[in-house]
């Protein structure tokens, strides 16, 4: 069935309602009336330029689609303008955000409607809410496909660069137009807030679920310790970067990442913590004192990331949430604290689709869907066709849905095409190399990252990790019983969550 939607190059326009849920609070039948002309406005705009409304499953917001960036430009300032004039129900004017981005998309039958299911509109799903009601926003690939910056009575304003909510940076541009009003408070970004957050040049694919969840224990009063635990390579820090770069709002006083990977000794955490936090050590004062003082009164997030080399410096984490009130911990590590308070969350690997599936289902899973992202990155020219969508599943399954793997699966797609690779991973250890340079050494390749894991255990369980491997797909403690006898006995169910 032939699709109607542009693709190719296609600029979306991502909409909500700023203030939706004040006001619609206790007005369900105004609040429906109000939505439905919202609709229509957005509907008669998009039709007017040969747009297509292909989604409006958010309660108040919309996506569409059009072929250039001028149509949508063009479409925004009439519906902008429309809901400026608009009389509404509410006894107030209802302010809409919108914003703009162009990238390569094709629209994809997901078995009910024609949906974009590219991860690069993320960028726009982060772009909007920097936004203010009335706003309209474009990204620098909407800007640079304009033909001038005035279309009649429009004109574009330089915003500058930003760095969005999960920090990726975006140089933002405003329309403006005399019937509309222009000045807006600064944007909602991260250059607002107390950070150190750093850069991070791709985009997460995926986790939503473990971001709704992660961020839901961190806001809870009673939680004041989150640690993000599992195997090397299943995305912990980035996962953990993600969840804090959306709560800068919700730490006033900061949120700060505390990289841990070069350190060896558990005695020298506070000094790099204290670093880190610009806090500075005092002759013939424990700095754990110094530290204390500063973060006392204030409400910070600490993100502290590759504790499992530190485990000992476990009391350091507990001293901290005992003495200050307002503070709160995300640790990434590959083993739990084991303190008191402590929310383990383990990070599971990505979903893996049924290589049977149909190919539809196959690329809505999220471990295909980082693995066409990041060929995509290395060959723009990658198609992801249903003709290879089965090769991609099997990929992904004998990778178990690791993030890691995959992106170093993906490295090698201009050497192999995926029907070869996916037999090729049967010596998967010596195949994923070559991970990008400015990764950490433990990153680049799959069994470095099982290399340190291994070190980091001690003598006694790197003993019981060999004998283990002997199992394929996980065992029961009565199986490793059986087959590791009395040193299976003896390092029992520590040995066995040190290697899962």
């Known amino acids: 069935m032939q699709d109607p939607l542009p693709r190719g190059t296609v600029t979306f326009l991502f909409t909500d309602i700023e203030g939706s849920t004040r006001l619609s609070e206790g007005r369900e039948e105004v609040w429906r009336l109000v939505r ?9 705009a998009a039709i007017a330029q040969k747009g297509f409304v292909f989604d409006k499953s958010g309660g108040d917001s919309a996506r569409i689609a059009f072929h250039s960036p001028s149509d949508a430009l063009n479409a925004a300032v009439a519906a902008q303008k429309k809901l400026f ?14 914003a703009l981005h162009t990238c390569e998309a094709a629209p994809e039958w997901d078995g009910n409607s024609w949906d974009y299911l590219t991860p690069k509109l993320n960028r726009l799903g982060r772009l909007l809410p920097a936004g203010h009601g009335g706003q309209i926003l474009l990204t620098s690939a909407s800007y640079g496909l304009l033909s001038d910056t005035v279309f009649g009575d429009v004109t574009i304003r330089d915003l500058g660069e930003h760095r969005l909510r999960d920090l990726a940076a975006e140089h933002i541009y405003q329309a403006i137009h005399p019937d509309l009003p222009d000045q807006f408070p600064p944007l909602n970004t991260a250059a607002r807030f107390t950070h150190n957050l750093p850069y991070l040049p791709t985009s997460l694919v995926g986790r939503e679920r473990e971001t709704a969840e992660i961020r839901g224990l961190l806001l809870r009063d009673d939680v004041r310790l989150v640690t993000l635990t599992g195997p090397g390579g299943t995305g912990k820090t980035r996962l953990a970067i993600h969840v804090a770069a959306g709560l800068l709002e919700d730490f006033a006083d900061g949120v700060f990442l505390v990289d841990l990977a070069a350190l060896a000794d558990p005695d020298l955490v506070p000094s790099v913590v204290a670093r880190t936090l610009g806090v500075r050590e005092e002759p013939e004062r424990p700095v754990i004192e110094s530290i204390v003082e500063w973060l006392r009164n204030r409400r910070v997030l600490l993100v502290l990331d590759t504790f499992e080399q530190v485990i000992a410096a476990a009391s350091v984490v507990a001293e901290l949430l005992g003495t200050c009130p307002r503070l709160k911990i995300l640790i990434a590590s590959r083993a739990a604290l084991s303190i008191q308070g402590e929310q383990n969350y383990p990070v599971p690997s990505l979903a893996v689709p049924d290589a049977l599936a149909p190919p539809e289902a196959i690329f809505t899973a999220e471990s295909v869907q980082l693995f066409v992202e990041r060929a995509r990155n290395l060959q723009p020219a990658f198609i992801a066709s249903a003709t290879i969508a089965p090769s991609l599943a099997k990929i992904c399954a004998r990778l178990d849905g690791l993030p890691l793997a995959i992106e170093l699966a993906a490295a090698r797609i201009k050497l192999f095409p995926p029907q070869v690779l996916s037999e090729k991973l049967e010596r998967r250890l010596s195949l994923l190399t070559g991970g990008a340079r400015d990764l950490p050494s433990r990153q680049r390749t799959l069994r470095a990252t099982i290399a340190w894991s291994y070190d980091l255990l001690p003598q006694p369980e790197q003993v019981l990790f060999r004998h283990l491997s002997v199992f394929a797909g996980g065992f ?18 520590q040995g066995a969550e040190g290697v899962s």
């Open 476 to 493: 029961s403690y009565e199986a490793a019983e059986a087959v590791c006898g009395r040193q299976g006995s003896r390092v029992g169910g």
């Open 85 to 98: 004039a608009e009389p509404w129900l509410l006894g107030e004017p209802l302010r809409v955000r919108m």
């Open 36 to 44: 439905s002309r919202y609709f229509a406005i957005l509907d008669e």
